[in-house]
Nanobody
């Protein structure tokens, strides 16, 4: 059974940082990229970061580039999303997902106060 679980969310002030973690099981981790998504209230889900299966390649949309950093540890089957210089518009539920599939975790809530 494919499982992904996010943790590390919370409340942070504008300009602050948070690190989210994703723990996985039930599939060949090294064969899939990891996508990080978020869903803001009343908005569709959007990708905030992606990392390739090897970890050698990453990609970010413009609104997270230079602020967010995604990494992975293939031995530990985990991925981390480091988020810096957060602003209230980053308030959302954040999810990690197995790229190219409909598998993702239950989310971790991030709230950024002004």
């Amino acid at each position: 059974q494919v499982q992904l679980a996010e943790s590390g969310g919370g409340l942070v002030h504008q300009g602050g940082s948070l690190t989210l973690s994703c723990v996985t099981s039930g599939y060949p981790f090294k064969e899939y990229g990891i996508s990080w998504y978020r869903q803001r209230p009343g908005q569709p889900r959007e990708v905030v970061a992606w990392i390739s299966s090897s970890g050698l390649n990453t990609d970010y949309p413009d609104f997270t580039k230079a602020r967010f950093t995604v990494t992975r540890d293939n031995d530990k089957r985990t991925s981390t999303l480091q988020m810096n210089n957060l602003n209230p518009e980053d308030t959302a539920e954040y999810y990690c997902g197995r790229s190219g599939t409909d598998s993702w975790g239950r989310g971790s809530k991030v709230t950024v106060s002004p």
